[in-house]
T-cell receptor
Framework: AQSVAQPEDQVNVAEGNPLTVKCTYSVSGNPYLFWYVQYPNRGLQFLLKYITGDNLVKGSYGFEAEFNKSQTSFHLKKPSALVSDSALYFCAVRDKVDSSYKLIFGSGTRLLVRP | DTGVSQDPRHKITKRGQNVTFRCDPISEHNRLYWYRQTLGQGPEFLTYFQNEAQLEKSRLLSDRFSAERPKGSFSTLEIQRTEQGDSAMYLC?????????????FGEGSRLTVL
């Protein structure tokens, strides 16, 4: 069974500082990994994905994520946080052999960037 | 690109009533997914369609829930005899069948409040 863990309910960071939002996953096969962001009363917006190749993937709004197979992690990072980055972030996994292509989501991490 | 649209955005109902949500996916997308998201949790997979065929249902989808996609375009999710525990955001997403590595595109959701 596929699963995702986001160990931090909330991450607090000062504007201009680097940020990291943690994610670990579990799949029976090889993973496809995704990050989404959700603003209040809105749907999920895609940020980035890892499919294969380079372990560091770059996405929207200056975000990037690093895939680490040995640690089964896919942490979201940004070199310099903005107040407007404050939102709810979800990590998701898809097993390559799952023909439904559905995503399994973590419980989310609230990012709060203070001015 | 009109995106995924959901209707209604908000629904307040009394316990025991039936409610129906509609989802219009992106026009060229033949896969459609329903998720449920409760406060403080990540989206949970409910069911998915490829064209008009419902190919997978989560055990979260009790007998009171039914989803249809009669012509392979829009979909409806009906909840019969609503209970307070059904209060949640119901999210619809779509994707293309030939994009196994592709992300899901989400609508803004339909928020259900059962009094």
């Amino acid at each position: 069974a596929q699963s995702v863990a986001q160990p931090e309910d909330q991450v607090n960071v000062a504007e201009g500082n680097p940020l990291t939002v943690k994610c670990t996953y579990s799949v029976s096969g090889n993973p496809y990994l995704f990050w989404y962001v959700q603003y209040p009363n809105r749907g999920l917006q895609f940020l980035l994905k890892y499919i294969t190749g380079d372990n560091l993937v770059k996405g929207s709004y200056g975000f990037e994520a690093e895939f680490n197979k040995s640690q089964t992690s896919f942490h979201l990072k940004k070199p310099s946080a903005l107040v407007s980055d404050s939102a709810l972030y979800f990590c998701a996994v898809r097993d390559k052999v799952d023909s439904s292509y559905k995503l399994i989501f973590g419980s989310g991490t609230r990012l709060l960037v203070r001015p | 690109d009109t995106g995924v649209s959901q209707d209604p955005r908000h629904k307040i109902t009394k316990r025991g009533q039936n409610v129906t949500f509609r989802c219009d996916p992106i026009s060229e997308h033949n896969r459609l997914y329903w998720y449920r998201q409760t406060l403080g949790q990540g989206p949970e997979f409910l069911t998915y369609f490829q064209n008009e065929a419902q190919l997978e249902k989560s055990r979260l989808l009790s007998d009171r829930f039914s989803a249809e996609r009669p012509k392979g375009s829009f979909s409806t999710l009906e909840i019969q005899r609503t209970e307070q525990g059904d209060s949640a955001m119901y999210l619809c997403a779509s994707s293309r069948r030939d994009q196994s590595t592709g992300e899901l595109f989400f609508g803004e959701g339909s928020r259900l409040t059962v009094l």
